[in-house]
């Protein structure tokens, strides 16, 4: 998709959650939360991930990270199948891959100071303690806007957009190479959200950073992305660049939720695309394309074929029978 160097790349990822139930306790269904999922990642780039809460947003990072092990799937970072490769394997690796969590409150352990929460994990891989990570942790405190004054206190002191910096400054301990941002502004006041959506686009300047940034605001993703992928109930429904996607929208649902952003001007008017109906669940998911059933443009096929992933432009793919056709 990019002709830079390839970063991560992932291909066909599923990951199904297996619901229990009766007294044993065996399968009787699954929640496809992800459902055949590809992309590429070049080096240095952001790539935004959008969609309606509960498309399988997180699901994709954290799967990514090898946080949960994917049902099936390739994810390759820098040429290796991760995805496969064993915990000692995957061990040597996660130092280059790390994340940002979406709630800042529940990601920090809260009877942990701050210096313990940003150099644990330089003290778990042997790369610094003593006075070496004390010197470290000030050095990661200071280039997120915090002081030396913060590292003894403890979580519960700090505003919710201190503590995403913290989070940031956990996350760069290691020197990683690329970052999962999972929704990291979404609660945070819009002020506070300007600062750290500049903040860490200064530090992907500063250190070659690769970011995959997770969000269901377009406005943050317009601002931080290179290229967007949106997606709807486990599937990528298309992927363009930022000027190529937010200038025209190929995919109905991606579309739909363009007329949705908000204009802050009374005077200009844009016409509504309301879709019917509710998403559908993705313990049981409707067959052939799984935005059928609230499509405007739904054609027999829809119900029957499931549609691929294909270029439709230069580096903009769609997957929609409407307009491959």
């Known amino acids: 998709m990019s002709a830079t160097e390839t970063l991560l790349e992932v291909k066909d990822l599923e990951k199904h959650f297996p619901i229990l139930g009766g007294v044993l306790g065996r399968t009787v269904g699954y929640v496809y939360a992800v459902d055949g999922v590809s992309f590429k990642i070049s ?7 959008v969609g309606e809460s509960g498309c399988g947003k997180t699901t994709v990072g ?6 949960i092990d994917p049902t099936a799937g390739e994810i390759r970072f820098e040429g290796i ?5 064993e915990d000692k394997q995957m061990a040597k690796l996660r130092p280059k891959m790390q994340i940002v969590f979406q709630d800042p409150y529940a990601s920090l352990n809260p009877r942990m100071t701050i210096k313990d929460i940003v150099g644990e994990p330089m003290l778990v891989n042997g ?8 010197r470290r942790v000030l050095e990661l405190l200071l280039t997120v806007g ?5 590292m003894n206190r403890f979580p519960h002191e700090f505003s919710g957009g201190q503590r995403q910096r913290i989070g940031v400054a956990r996350a760069l301990s290691l020197n990683p190479e690329f970052i999962v941002l999972d929704e990291p502004t979404s609660s945070l006041d819009v002020s506070v959200q300007a600062q750290m959506l500049n903040m860490l686009q200064d530090l992907q300047k500063k250190l070659a950073l690769t970011y995959l940034f997770i969000s269901h605001n377009l406005s943050v993703i317009k601002h931080m992305s290179d290229r967007i992928a949106v997606m709807y109930l486990g599937k990528i429904v298309e992927i363009a660049s930022k000027a190529e996607l937010f200038r025209s929208q190929l995919h109905p649902y991606t579309q739909a939720l363009f007329a949705a952003i908000p204009i802050p001007d009374p005077e200009i008017s844009r016409e509504r695309i309301v879709l019917g109906g509710d998403v559908p669940s993705p313990v049981n998911p409707p067959s052939g394309c799984r935005f059928h059933p609230r499509c405007l443009k739904m054609t027999p096929i829809c119900k ?7 270029e439709i432009k230069n580096d903009h793919y769609v997957a929609c029978h409407s307009v491959a056709a």
């Open 62 to 67: 954290r799967c990514i990270l090898r946080l």
């Open 127 to 134: 790369i610094a303690r003593g006075l070496e990570l004390r």
């Open 81 to 85: 199948d991760i995805a496969k490769i």
């Open 146 to 150: 915090l002081t030396e004054d913060h």
């Open 43 to 49: 080096r240095g780039e952001t790539m935004g991930l």
């Open 304 to 310: 029957e074929e499931e549609p691929r992933l294909i």
